[in-house]
Every structure is written in structure tokens, then in C-alpha cells.
């Protein structure tokens, strides 16, 4: 094992609520907010969108674009929440925060036990988009802020919905309040057994309680290791191999393994007078921009090649004044050389601009006369990573080796996240560590 290692604190800051609006809609809530009873069952506790006019969901710390969904409790920088709405218009969509379990699942809190403040809020800041094909009315909100903080560590889904129809979610996403409670050694290695050694990355770390004391680590203390701040195929439930007084060890051989995969493709968006590199032609249309795309090729038997990427990520840009308001959005046609269909399971295009989904939204068809699997997405002008998964009918995960390949040497973020079960009955997150594959 390497030296200790400390999580990324973020750095001091305020939490204001924007105030900033083009609208003339009250940001005072009202008595007649939604309540979390109210939250409805066709929801999932995952990222998801319920309403295909919601575009480009972003959650990034204050300030900070690439930054991931993590809140410090006892240092509450905001996250910053946008979305688009291809309807147009100004409508009244609120939001509110749900407590959940270590595996996402509603947790027996009532609302006030974890937030301090009102169980629902408008979303007041919104706006216009100008000098684009496609119209769109821009979103935004900070949370925690001063009408809405959390006050218990834990997992956390983020729901938006009208106003007029709580039952009717647009969207959610998933973030993590956490406490620094318990510290880390951690290594990220070739894996122990032979036969993995050239495709996959072994996570092992203990888990160091000091003054936090855990009493029955085997029944209280959950694990989540995250790979790119996915959850689609995030590794739970592991259990310390050996434990020495406030250690706790997770040397597993292959339980903590994963596919290293392969580094990201990516899409320039972010200025249209001139064509992607990866493009066969850009076209200015009436009611959107163009873009076809080289069909990608399958790497699954490539040689490792160090490219750099931004690990799954997207930011949003563009070469005029306001990225947010600014961005025009780009019918984007994406093509995957590949000589046969995927009998009984499915191709899917997916990155952090669409939380990894593998739905109707991401699965790419087959079109027989081309040999090529195709896809268009209306994306917003920026910078985007992607790669593609495929999903088998005998087998429901998510297959990264069929057409990207994996190796051992690709450069990976990763996230250990450490639950422990309170009396208080709620998975309390009691420490969380940020490393990579060069163990920074």
C-alpha cells in the first residue's frame, strides 16, 4: 500500500442563491409547494429523463465545469444545475431533494431529518437562448443554498418537475453528501490474478477509522467504487478481506476489478465556421446545423494508444460571448463500422452528457446496406466525450471490450465511497477518496 492519502477538500466559498432571472416568476416558495409525498412511483432513483424536450443536464460544482456531483457537508460549496427546455416558454419547474440508502433505494427519513429549509423550490433563474436555430429556454440553480441545505451526509437524488404535475418528473440526478469521517490508503494496480493482467485495473485500499468507530465493519460499513464518476457500473457491496483493530482491508483478487476500457472519442463542437476534424461535412440547415460524422471504427484489438480525454465528461462552449445562452444545437450523425447487426442486444452511444443511459434515447440502429450501426443526437455546441457499450441478450451489464477494447494501461478516475449504517437509521457517508490510475 502507497502512503495515506487525503480526498480533495474544495475550497471555501459561499452559498448564495442565484438571484439572477430574466422572468417575472416569484422566487418566494409557496405554502403550497409540493411536498416529498408527493414524489411520485414511476420514479427511479438513477440518472434518467422522463421528458425528451429536457436537453443538456449539467451538475458541476460552483464555478467549476468539470467538476462531479460530490457535496462536502461541513464545507457546502453548491452544486450548479442547468438544463434546457426545447418547448420554449417560461414555465414554473421546481425541485427537491430525496434521501436515499447506500444503494439508492428511499430512505426512512422524513424530510426534515436531512434538509433544513423548504421541501421544494422554483427554479427562478431562466432565460431565453438567442442567436440560435433552435429556441430553448435555459435553467438554472444552485443547491444547497440558503432556502434548501442538507443536514445529514448521504446519498441524494436531485428530481425536477412542473409545478402543476409533481407526478410527472422531468428528470433526476444522482449526487453524494459526504463527511470526512474515516481516511484511506489506497493503490490502483495490475491485477493479482494472471489471466487479467493485460486488460483490467485492480482498486485496493484500506479503509482507516481512527477516532470513527465502526463496530461491525461486515454489517455496517458498505463500499461504492466509482470508475469516471459512472454508476452504471460502479462496484458495491464489498467487504473487507481482513480486519486489524481500526483497519480495514480490501486486497480482493478480482472483486474490485475493473475493465480499464479504453480512452474516450471525442467531438469538437465548440466552434461552427469551421468542420470537426472527425466530419465528413457540416451543413447549415433551417432548423438545426448538420453535422455527419467519419463512422468510428472498432478498437476492440488496437494497441493501447495514450490519447488525452476529459474521462467520459462534456463542457458546454462556444466561440461567441454567452456558452449557455449562445450555443445553437447540432443534429449530430453518429456511424459505427461494424459487419453485423448485435442479434438479441444492442449498440448504445453514451458518455456523461447522457448519464450513460442504455435506452431507446442511446441505442443505435443497424443499417444493413451501410454495415453500420447509426445514430442521431441533437447535441449542444461544446466539447464531448463518448465511447460505446454493447449490451447482450444473455446478459444485462454493459460490455465495454466488444467494440472499444480494454487494457490495463488507460488512465481512469476513480471514486471510493465509504457508508456507514447509523442508529439513526440512514447509510451515512463517512468518507469518500478521489484517486486515478498514476495513484495522484
Known amino acids: 500500500m502507497q502512503n495515506f492519502c487525503f480526498p480533495f477538500i474544495l475550497t471555501l466559498s459561499t452559498m448564495l442563491l442565484s438571484l439572477c432571472s430574466c422572468t417575472s416568476l416569484s422566487s418566494i416558495p409557496s405554502a ?26 449539467q451538475v458541476f460544482p460552483k464555478e467549476a465545469h468539470l467538476g462531479s456531483a460530490y457535496i462536502d457537508l461541513n464545507n457546502q460549496i453548491p452544486l450548479e444545475v442547468h438544463f434546457d427546455d426545447l ?26 431529518e436531512y434538509t433544513r429549509g423548504f421541501e421544494s423550490l422554483q427554479i427562478d433563474n431562466v432565460e431565453s437562448s438567442f442567436n440560435t436555430k433552435v429556441q430553448y429556454t435555459h435553467y438554472q ?37 459526504y463527511e470526512q469521517l474515516v481516511r484511506f490508503r489506497s493503490e490502483l494496480k495490475v491485477p493479482t490474478v494472471i489471466s487479467e493482467r ?19 465493519p461486515y454489517q455496517d460499513l458498505d463500499i461504492a467504487v466509482l470508475q469516471n464518476h459512472r454508476w452504471d457500473n460502479a462496484i458495491v457491496d464489498l ?8 483497519e480495514f482491508t480490501y486486497d480482493h483478487d478480482t472483486e474490485n476489478n475493473f475493465d480499464g476500457g479504453n480512452e474516450y472519442r471525442f467531438l469538437d463542437l465548440k466552434d461552427l465556421r469551421f468542420m470537426p476534424i472527425n466530419a465528413d461535412s457540416l451543413r447549415e440547415a ?16 488496437e494497441s493501447y494508444r495514450t490519447t488525452r480525454d476529459i474521462n467520459g465528461r462534456f463542457l458546454i462552449k462556444n466561440d461567441l460571448f454567452d456558452d449557455q445562452l449562445e450555443s445553437d444545437y447540432v443534429n449530430v450523425h453518429f456511424q459505427l463500422s461494424y459487419p ?11 458518455g456523461d452528457f447522457n448519464g450513460y443511459v442504455r435506452d431507446e434515447s442511446s441505442k443505435m440502429r443497424y443499417n444493413r446496406s451501410s454495415k453500420r450501426f447509426e445514430i442521431n443526437l441533437l447535441l449542444k455546441q461544446g466539447y464531448y466525450n463518448y465511447l460505446y457499450l454493447t449490451k447482450f441478450e444473455q446478459d444485462d451489464t454493459a460490455d465495454i471490450k466488444f467494440i472499444e477494447g480494454t487494457h490495463q494501461e488507460t488512465e481512469n478516475e476513480y471514486t471510493i465511497i465509504a457508508y456507514n449504517y447509523d442508529q439513526r437509521g440512514y447509510d451515512r457517508v463517512v468518507g469518500i477518496l478521489f484517486t486515478d490510475s498514476f495513484n495522484r
Open 32 to 57: 403550497e409547494n409540493p411536498t416529498i409525498a408527493d414524489v411520485p412511483s414511476i420514479l427511479e432513483f438513477t440518472n434518467k429523463v422522463y421528458d425528451q424536450n429536457i436537453k443538456t443536464i
Open 141 to 177: 440553480f444552485e443547491y444547497p443554498n440558503d432556502m434548501m441545505m442538507p443536514t445529514l451526509s448521504g446519498n441524494y437524488l436531485i428530481e425536477v418537475f412542473p409545478y402543476n404535475n409533481p407526478n410527472a418528473p422531468l428528470f433526476s440526478r444522482r449526487i453524494v453528501v
Open 198 to 216: 493485460r486488460y483490467k485495473q485492480e482498486v485496493d485500499f484500506d479503509v482507516v477509522t481512527y477516532d470513527y468507530v465502526i463496530d461491525r
Open 87 to 112: 418547448k420554449g416558454g417560461f414555465n414554473d419547474y421546481r425541485y427537491r431533494v430525496v434521501h436515499c440508502t447506500a444503494d439508492w433505494r428511499p430512505s426512512d427519513l422524513d424530510y426534515a
Open 340 to 350: 453485423l447487426d448485435v442479434v438479441g442486444g444492442g449498440v448504445y452511444l453514451v
Open 239 to 246: 467487504k473487507p478481506v481482513f480486519v486489524k483493530g481500526n
Open 286 to 301: 433551417k432548423e438545426a446545423w448538420q453535422l455527419y460524422l467519419q463512422a468510428d471504427q472498432k478498437r476492440t484489438y
